[in-house]
C-alpha cells in the first residue's frame, strides 16, 4: 500500500567477482553489488544505492558507498544490458526519500509477484454480482463479498486469500472460482476477468 519494488534471485545468490574487488550477484536482473570489505550489499535504485548486510534486507539508503566504484559497474551493466536498476534510474532517489515515496525492497529467491496499491485498496462494486474489484492498482485484485476472500489474477492463473496483508495466497483452478466471476458484465473493466475464468480450468 505504499511504493516498493520487488527483485528477483534464482535461487541462493550467486557472486562473481568484478572490478575494484567488489563482487555482483549474476543469478538476478536486479543489480546488487556485495563488498566483502564492508559486508554490504549494495542495490542499484533509481539513481542511488540501497545498502543490507543481508540480501534479504532490511535495505536503507547507502550513505557512505563506495560511489565511484559501484557507479562504474553500474554504467558497464546497463550498457550490456546484464542488470538494470530498479525503479526510474533518471528519479532522483534523494527527492523520493525527502517527498516520503522512497520505495520498499523485497528481494526473491522465488517465484513471486508485488502486488501494490496507490494508497489503502480502494474497492469498486461490479454490478450484478457479490464482487468488487481494486481500483486504486495496476493488478487484478478482486474481493468477493460472498465469501469474504480475495482473489488475484496472475499469468493466467488465479490466487485467493482472506487478506491482503500478509497474505498466504493458494493456487485456485478457473473452474473452482466463485460463479459470479462468470457473470461480470462485458462493458465492466474487468470484462476480461470473466473470460480468464473460463479460459483456465485446470
Not at 528519479?91 to 516520503?100: I, R, V
Not at 517465484?111 to 474497492?123: I, K
Not at 495466497?169 to 476480461?192: E, H, N, Q, R, T
Amino acid at each position: 500500500m505504499t511504493p516498493a519494488v520487488l527483485a528477483l534471485i534464482d535461487d541462493q545468490p550467486v557472486l562473481a567477482p568484478t572490478a575494484d574487488n567488489l563482487q555482483k550477484v549474476v543469478n538476478t536482473r536486479a543489480l546488487i553489488i556485495f563488498d566483502p570489505k564492508k559486508g554490504k550489499y549494495y542495490l542499484a535504485l533509481m539513481d542511488g544505492w540501497m545498502e543490507a548486510s543481508v540480501v534479504q534486507g532490511p535495505w536503507t539508503v547507502a550513505k557512505h558507498e563506495p560511489t565511484k566504484d559501484l557507479n562504474k559497474i553500474k554504467q558497464g551493466a546497463v550498457e550490456t544490458n546484464s542488470n538494470q536498476p530498479l525503479g526510474n534510474p533518471t528519479q532522483s532517489m534523494k527527492n523520493a526519500e525527502e517527498d516520503g515515496i522512497l520505495p520498499s525492497v523485497y528481494i526473491s529467491t522465488r517465484p513471486a509477484e508485488l502486488l501494490v496499491t496507490n494508497g489503502q485498496p480502494q474497492l469498486t462494486a461490479i454490478l450484478g454480482t457479490s464482487l468488487q474489484y481494486v481500483s486504486n492498482t495496476g493488478s487484478d485484485i478482486f474481493f468477493d463479498s460472498a465469501n469474504q476472500s480475495y482473489y488475484v489474477l496472475i499469468g493466467g492463473r488465479w490466487f485467493q486469500s482472506g487478506t491482503l496483508e500478509n497474505a498466504q495466497w493458494s493456487y485456485v483452478p478457473g473452474s473452482s472460482l466463485p460463479p459470479d466471476f462468470a457473470k461480470i458484465p462485458a462493458y465492466s473493466p474487468k470484462a476480461d476477468a470473466g473470460g480468464e475464468r473460463s479460459c483456465y480450468r485446470q
